[in-house]
C-alpha cells in the first residue's frame, strides 16, 4: 500500500501563497492522487487531482496548480491568491486501484495523508 503524507500548511495572510507537498510512504503513486479539504461541520471536499491531467474544482481554478515530481515520488499543490475561505485542514488521498470516474469523489481514494492545517488571515 502507499501512506501519502502530507506537509507544507501554516498560517498566510490573504493574498498570499503556500506550497503543501504529498510524499508516497511505501510504494510510488501510479493512479490518480488528489488534495481535498475539510472545515469544522462539513463535508470534505474535492479540490485538485493529477494523474497525467489535471482537474480542479471551480472555486481553485486559476489560483491552485496541483503538479506532481515522479523522481521524488511527490505530488504538490501550489496555493496562489489566497482567500480567508481557503482556510481548511488539506488532506492528499491516492489510488490504489485506477478509477477514472467520479475522481472528484472520496470513495474513489483508498489511502488518506493526516492532513495539514492551512489558515488564511484576512
Known amino acids: 500500500q502507499v501512506q501519502p503524507v502530507e506537509s507544507g500548511g501554516g498560517l498566510v495572510q490573504a493574498g498570499g501563497s503556500l506550497r503543501l507537498s504529498c510524499a508516497a510512504s511505501?510504494?510510488?503513486?501510479?493512479?490518480?492522487v488528489a488534495w481535498f479539504r475539510q472545515t469544522p461541520g462539513k463535508d470534505r471536499e474535492f479540490v485538485a487531482a493529477i494523474r497525467y491531467s489535471t482537474f480542479y474544482a471551480d472555486y481553485v481554478k486559476g489560483r491552485f496548480t496541483i503538479s506532481r515530481d515522479n523522481a521524488k515520488n511527490t505530488v504538490y499543490l501550489q496555493m496562489n491568491s489566497l482567500k480567508p475561505e481557503d482556510t481548511a485542514v488539506y488532506y492528499c488521498a491516492a489510488q490504489e486501484r485506477l478509477r477514472v470516474g467520479l475522481i472528484t469523489g472520496v470513495g474513489s481514494y483508498d489511502y488518506w495523508g493526516q492532513g495539514t492545517q492551512v489558515t488564511v488571515s484576512s
Open positions: 511505501g510504494r510510488t503513486f501510479s493512479n490518480y
